[in-house]
């Protein structure tokens, strides 16, 4: 009898030993398989709010932004605010003139409160300035000049009446945020009589400078997604792309409704000036809806810019 007892309590030990090791296993699992796609997730301090003229980044921003599974927060993040990880971004100018060349000037400071004279080299550049028209109609990609206060000068072609949104995409080379890729962004307004430009319907082709552009793809929200863009003329395969920002073509993409920024990082190698006909690309669009595309690539020594609308589910 006393066998007996002894027998059951050291079997129930052994079961309770197997469940405490499943149980652990099963945690195990979970953890490898749900953090891993959220690790490095980091949606950043809540956005400030922008000058007067500027609406804050929690009204613009789109409520799906920054809740998206797989997709990391930890670079660029969506630009809708003038600060972020403790950098602001200042506008000099609340508005701008229409119908004429027009100068921007912006800084940006870091945690402590002085201006940032230090960055990086990101694709060939120390700061990437661009502007967006509200109906995402204009756009325009900047290397500005930065003189020795910190004052950055971006100087821009004739700007149609509207709303326009000021981004700053930069890497600072020393201080807290060495490394880290920022986007920053302001609104100005350009006085005068504004007439909102339809956006055009999600293509997967368009054309520029007699150049066809081709995209191939169908990304999902929040998650990481290849594109390949092909481009020909006259029906052939375009192979004498030269380098531009160090690499075949810069393609930018843009939120409808609230103009939030996504880069789209190349991936194709870069071999002297015999690029193309087909390039590809690593897109992480955040939100579901419809984007608008600007890929600018490099032929003779001139720059072109083609637009399409990519939808995104």
Known sequence: MFGSSRFTARRRALAAAGTAGALALTLAACGSSDDSSMSGMDHGPKPSASSPSAPSASATASPSMGDMPGMDHTAAG??????????RLTGHDTTLRAGKPATYRFTVTGPGGKPVTDFALDQAKRMHFYAIRSDLSGFQHIHPTMAKDGTWTAGLASLPP???RM?????????????RNLVLSRTVTVPGTSTKTPLPTAATTTGADGYDVTVQGKPMAGMGHPLTVRI????????DLQPYLDTYAHLTAFHEGDQALAHLHPETKVNGDHGGPELSFHAELPAPGNWRLFLQFQTGGKLHTAALTLRVG
């Open 78 to 87: 969506n630009g809708l605010a003038d600060t972020r990880d403790g950098y």
């Open 162 to 164: 509207g709303s326009w």
């Open 167 to 179: 981004f700053a995409s930069f890497t600072p080379g020393s201080g807290a945020g060495k490394g």
């Open 232 to 239: 020909t003329k006259d029906g052939k395969p375009v192979t």
